[in-house]
């Protein structure tokens, strides 16, 4: 147990040499990783975002019922009775043509245009909130009610929640897509970069395993470099989005204010900064092993 | 220790580079090999090391059959065995003393008893005072003592060395058999390849002719 403590202390020891001995190529190096990682990692911090946004932003999914022109009094208090009689409709809320027209006169630059036509256009309508809000419900709901008598139109308040859903799936899409482009292009990144460290130390490959060094004694140097570089390339991607992410915060709540949100641009979660780290710092690991493999096969 | 029985290597395309050759070395003796330029005596030393295998017969060393040993085994194999190689494969971007090192540390050697041990080590070959010197820095017979004190450090019971003194004058060259004398006193158990055998007292000597064992 000790030695193989010690002997993983040595291995990495030796990495962080090796590390330190090479600086413009462990630098270039790490610049590589640390860009092409902050992709991905930027677009989640921009997905994470868009998601508290819209978390916040939508209102509970309503339905829209919009009676006739021509339902009179009588049939407006029948639908509120159905409404109210219905097990899927939790409150109904009605707003009645005239209660509209009021509205309409009353805000700035329609005025004169409402005044100016000869009857009122506006429907009696109902806001209906739902029992049930999943988007199947919904639509279930929406067709039932519009077999009601005097029905004009039924619209579904959650569409644009629905629109905004895909979207941001998209964005989860791509954010993946970038995820593997970008973290095979890592893999490729520290396999190059281990070969010509495998090639520069082939003497003390060959020495050491000549005095008896098993294949895990050699690879390991090489791994603890590897990862050593994805978890370094990972720190630098997670402060290039940092520093993004503060870079746009006051812009971004100067826009929400505007908007009358508190919105506030959040980092990357912890969460999300580990796994970044941590997928960085296999990765390496695994362009290094895959590296020396290739050199121990090609022996 | 070390038993051929009818061992043979055959490089493609037919070159027999050892041809039917069976010997047997016990405990403590030391043996030399000798023979003409290309009559196989590195090549039955990398049969012992298990740098090359057999094409035929087998190899035992310490009672295992090393051409039948699993590639994952045979560095267990090389950590019983001391190796001086005729290139000598010194590590020259490394100092004297962290050369001597190697092969502790890959065997997960703790640092203070491994320190101690290499100190050792090149006190037995008289490099002590050049511990933080760089190979390059060493005359031919120093970088030849230095190839010992490497082979030694993890105290083998079989130390193998390839060409030892080729290249040494005759003053430096007497100088390094002694040193492996000196082994063979405190029980090891040595193989020497040499042109020259007379360094090395009046020892057990095989002889290679084009790949077998001359009588």
Redesign the interface.
Known sequence: M???L??HG?ALRLALRRLVATPVNTLLSLLAIGIALALPAGGQMLLANALQLARNAAPAPQISLYLDLGADRRAVQDVEARLKAHPSVKSARLIAREETLARMKASEGLGDVIEALPKNPFHDAFVITPADDAPQAMEQLAAELRKLPKIGHVQLDSDWVRRLDALLRIGRTGVLLLMLLLGAGLVAVTFNTIRLQVLSGR??I??????????A?IRRPFQYHGALLGLLGGLVAWLLVAGTTLWLAAPVTEVASLYRSGFVLQPLSATDSLALLAGAAALGWLGASLSVRQHFTDR | MIRFDRASKRYPPGIDALADVSFEIGQGELVTLSGHSGAGKSTLLKLIAGIERPTGGAVLVNGQNVGSLKRGAIPYLRRNLGLVFQDQKLLFDRSVFDNVMLPLSITGFPAAEAKRRVQAALDKVGLLAREKAMPIMLSGGEQQRLAIARAVVGRPNLLLADEPTAHLDAATAADVARVFLEFREVGVTVLIATYDDRLFGAPRRLTLDHGRLAA
């Open positions: 000790s030695a193989w010690l002997q040595q003497a003390e060959e020495v050491s395993r000549l005095l008896g060094a098993t294949d004694f």
